[in-house]
């Protein structure tokens, strides 16, 4: 089956049983409906980015200044979007991104997005700030692809405990997030006093490592005050330097990912550094507001590393032709940030799957209709620039 068939599923459904789609296929609408179901806390804290929301903003039109130029008399009939990611077939070039803290949105979080990643065969990257332990993601995820994003500690024993049990637990590429050291300034969450870690939510990965839970007198059930204060400056406040990636380089033998890049510069130190990856993101404008659109990170970073490393992207991704996009200026594979968090807001792990369809349906479409089969084809000469 190709994703475009739920096009046809939709239209079909409508005409035989007057049956509408569970939710609707416009991300724009789905975010609404989510916002009438969050508290303005949740609401915000996932919809809200850094300062003025300029980043956030230049994501998008950095979208809206390329332009996709499609091409006629082209048999685009048949379409494969598979792509092959460190040795893994995946069926799209389309992961989710590591959101931490799903809880807040849906109280089967991580493991509603896990299912449904897996029921497409989708990787879903769990972040280490998750509302549920490596363990039942990892169950939630069965048979399906599985990485882990790292919130790298202070404290290196920590940091080989959570590499381990990643391991173990059957998760293949790690992720390490490099722009995240500390919160970006966030004004909505800020005039909401809202951080959701200092309740003790988002912390079931640290608060159930053993290496974590040997430096606490009291278990986090018994003393929650301290053990968020073990895990503050051990996850935030201080970054890490090149010099240190040895450390996970030593203690993971999967591939590794830098998140967060930007420069070209950067990636070359990545690639240099024995890195296996890197996603060009800019942490969908939650961090440095005022940065440069992550899409106008992208084909510099893809031209200076793109036969050394894989390159992924991230930040501003809502539609199909968004994903044709990114693959064209030289990504790998894009990875979706908040529209799934919309869709598990709205309708748990099928509201997740829901997004995914709709995303891959679109993806697939719009690359028939410009006239290609693969996604190996898409090359910056598919789009115009204005
Ligand atoms: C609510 C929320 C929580 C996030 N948590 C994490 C996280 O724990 N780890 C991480 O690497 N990135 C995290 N991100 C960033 C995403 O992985 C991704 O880079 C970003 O959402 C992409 O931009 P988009 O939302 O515009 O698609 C988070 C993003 C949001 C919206
Ligand atoms: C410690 C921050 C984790 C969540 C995150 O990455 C975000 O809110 O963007």
Same mark, same amino acid.
């Given at each position: 089956?190709?994703?475009?068939?739920?096009?046809?599923?939709?239209?079909v459904?409508?005409?035989?049983?007057?049956?509408?789609?569970?939710h609707?296929?416009?991300?724009?609408?789905l975010?609404?409906?989510?916002r009438r179901?969050?508290g303005?806390?949740?609401?915000?804290?996932?919809?809200?980015?850094?300062?003025?929301?300029?980043t956030?903003?230049?994501?998008?039109?950095?979208?809206?200044?390329?332009r996709?130029v499609?091409?006629?008399?082209?048999?685009?009939?048949?379409?494969d979007l598979?792509v092959?990611?460190?040795?893994?077939?995946?069926?799209?070039?389309?992961?989710?991104?590591?959101?931490?803290?799903q809880?807040?949105v849906h109280?089967?979080g991580?493991?509603?997005?896990a299912?449904?990643?897996?029921?497409?065969?989708?990787?879903?990257?769990?972040?280490?700030?998750a509302?549920?332990?490596?363990?039942?993601?990892?169950a939630?995820?069965?048979?399906?692809?599985r990485w882990?994003q790292?919130?790298?500690?202070?404290?290196?024993?920590?940091t080989?405990?959570?590499?381990s049990r990643?391991?173990?637990?059957?998760?293949?590429?790690?992720?390490?997030?490099?722009?995240?050291?500390?919160?970006?300034?966030?004004?909505?969450?800020l005039d909401?006093?809202?951080?959701?870690?200092?309740?003790?939510?988002?912390?079931?990965?640290?608060?159930?490592?053993?290496?974590?839970?040997?430096g606490?007198?009291?278990?986090p059930?018994?003393?929650?005050?301290?053990?968020?204060?073990?895990w503050?400056p051990?996850?935030?406040?201080?970054?890490?330097?090149?010099?240190r !990636?040895?450390? &996970?380089? @030593?203690?993971?033998?999967g591939?590794?990912?830098l998140?967060?890049i930007?420069? %070209?510069?950067d =990636? /070359?130190?990545?690639?240099?550094?024995?890195?296996?990856?890197?996603?060009?993101?800019?942490?969908?404008?939650?961090?440095v507001?005022?940065?440069?659109?992550?899409?106008?990170?992208?084909?510099?970073v893809a031209?200076?590393?793109?036969?050394? !490393?894989?390159? &992924?992207? @991230?930040?501003?991704v809502?539609?199909?032709?968004?994903v044709?996009?990114?693959? %064209?200026?030289? =990504? /790998?594979a894009?990875?979706?940030?908040?529209?799934y968090?919309w869709?598990?807001?709205?309708?748990?792990?099928?509201g997740v799957?829901?997004?995914?369809?709709?995303?891959?349906a679109?993806?697939d479409?719009?690359m028939?209709?410009?006239?290609h089969?693969?996604?190996?084809?898409?090359a910056?000469?598919c789009?115009?620039?204005?």
């Amino acid at each position: 089956m190709s994703f475009a068939d739920f096009q046809q599923e939709i239209y079909v459904n409508g005409l035989l049983t007057g049956a509408l789609p569970p939710h609707s296929v416009d991300p724009a609408v789905l975010e609404e409906v989510a916002r009438r179901r969050l508290g303005e806390g949740p609401y915000w804290y996932v919809a809200g980015s850094a300062g003025t929301g300029a980043t956030e903003r230049a994501n998008r039109e950095a979208f809206g200044r390329r332009r996709i130029v499609p091409r006629m008399l082209v048999d685009a009939t048949e379409r494969d979007l598979g792509v092959e990611l460190f040795g893994e077939r995946l069926p799209a070039p389309v992961l989710l991104a590591p959101v931490g803290v799903q809880s807040i949105v849906h109280p089967e979080g991580e493991l509603a997005t896990a299912r449904a990643a897996a029921s497409l065969g989708v990787p879903s990257i769990l972040s280490t700030m998750a509302s549920h332990t490596i363990e039942e993601v990892a169950a939630a995820a069965g048979e399906g692809p599985r990485w882990f994003q790292l919130y790298w500690p202070h404290d290196d024993e920590v940091t080989v405990s959570l590499l381990s049990r990643a391991r173990k637990a059957g998760f293949t590429a790690l992720v390490v997030t490099l722009d995240t050291w500390t919160l970006g300034w966030r004004p909505h969450d800020l005039d909401l006093a809202y951080l959701p870690f200092l309740r003790g939510e988002g912390l079931a990965i640290p608060f159930s490592d053993p290496a974590f839970l040997a430096g606490l007198e009291k278990s986090p059930q018994e003393d929650l005050g301290a053990a968020v204060l073990r895990w503050a400056p051990m996850f935030n406040g201080r970054a890490h330097t090149w010099d240190r !990636l040895a450390l &996970l380089r @030593d203690n993971w033998d999967g591939p590794i990912v830098l998140k967060g890049i930007q420069s %070209a510069d950067d =990636a /070359r130190r990545a690639a240099d550094h024995g890195m296996d990856g890197v996603v060009v993101s800019n942490h969908g404008g939650r961090q440095v507001d005022g940065a440069i659109a992550s899409l106008d990170a992208l084909e510099p970073v893809a031209e200076a590393v793109g036969d050394r !490393l894989t390159v &992924l992207f @991230d930040s501003g991704v809502r539609t199909g032709a968004d994903v044709l996009k990114a693959l %064209a200026l030289g =990504a /790998r594979a894009v990875l979706l940030g908040r529209p799934y968090l919309w869709g598990l807001a709205c309708g748990g792990a099928d509201g997740v799957r829901h997004v995914l369809r709709c995303l891959l349906a679109e993806l697939d479409i719009s690359m028939g209709l410009a006239g290609h089969r693969a996604v190996a084809g898409l090359a910056p000469d598919c789009l115009e620039v204005r």
